[in-house]
């Protein structure tokens, strides 16, 4: 700990945020320490949608196209009711080189991103945990880690929490999260299907009873989401056949096996501020919302791929107000992203003449193609504002 007590950039959390800022410093030759407080990486998946804006973020970090060999590409979103298809969504006229939807477990992103950075001399320094930090006369900040060996100091110019959504650094900061939970729980698991779900299609159910997706995934595997009143802690695979049997197609479908699975509960938060003097948030520490969409993670390395270029610009001696920018930039982008992954929340709940009224919408809706097009937009993240980056004319103006 000795030779890396003091850096430029600290980065408390090492999922695909914290791992896709790491990248981007290392890319530009800025001194910095990731720390997580986890002894080893998580070994199985929460998010395994990555966007097309997401992927051209990557790219410019040179990990989109390992990301796409160990991916499954996808084309196509569809929104149903049971056997009738509401609305369907084409990626592949989308303004990009990444037209669709790539399907990969979250562990094989943070992998691909972890040896990206290990590639460029870079670590992860794991089995420490963020207890404290102080904010010097000079304005770095100096921060405690408790681990195996007691608890140790580092000091840095800035200090980012990519430390989720229960964030150890937004709190000591002081940072309000306003926002409410979600009185469902979820349901996460990936299962083997024997089934007549399309290979090439993300598919959202709407039931009253609530909203299951189903997703292709790599090795023949596919990804379940869904909302449930009061999930067991592990649900089995009978649990997830009765899911899909109570609200997907009425063809049969049969759960062969499950790899695993989870129940977690969902907020729809946003951070008042994603910096306090040079304490910066980012991913789920910033902002937390329902996985309807797949939008969690993809808004998170973005941030990520944002903050970093801005921190690399002022690391090369352009004017430090470029990081007040970062906020202005990436708050309204989550703001939007909360408010549309709720509306699709709360409207895949909607039973009786108002689930009616929602389908025969849907249903007019996806003939008119220009709201094809802006749906597809929206869910790839292309109609939001593009992080900076190491291209970005701002960070070649700042350096």
Partial sequence: MDAV???SVLVVGAGPVGLTLALRLAAAGVPH?????????????????VHARTLEVLDDLGVAGT???????VPNFAVRDRDRTLLRIDFRGLPTRFPYTLMVPQDVTEAVLHDA???RGGAVLRGQELVGYEIGADGRVTARLDGPAGTRSVTADYLVGADGMHSRIRELAGIEFTGSAYPQSFVLADVALDSG???????????????????????????????????????DADDIAALLDERGPHSATVVRDLVWSSRFRVHHR?????RRGPIFLAGDAAHVHSPAGGQGMNTGIQDAADLGSRLAAVAAGGDPGVLDGYEASRRPVAGQVVSMTDRMTRAATLSGPAAQI????????GMLPPVRRAAARTLSELA???PMTAASPLAEASS
């Fill in 384 to 386: 939001y504002p593009t």
């Fill in 270 to 274: 946003l951070a008042q501020h994603y």
């Fill in 33 to 49: 320490l990731v720390v997580d407080r986890a002894a080893a990486p998580a070994r199985f998946s929460r998010a395994a949608v």
């Fill in 197 to 235: 779900l399309p290979p090439d299609e993300v598919e959202l159910f709407f039931s009253p009873h609530g909203l299951v997706v189903v997703a292709p995934l790599p090795q023949g595997r596919h990804r379940v989401v869904a909302t449930v009143d009061d999930a067991p802690e592990y649900p």
């Fill in 358 to 365: 929602r389908n025969l919408a849907l249903r007019g809706l």
């Fill in 67 to 73: 990301l796409v060999e160990r991916g499954v590409v």
């Fill in 5 to 7: 007590s003091n850096t």
């Fill in 117 to 119: 950075v290990a590639a």
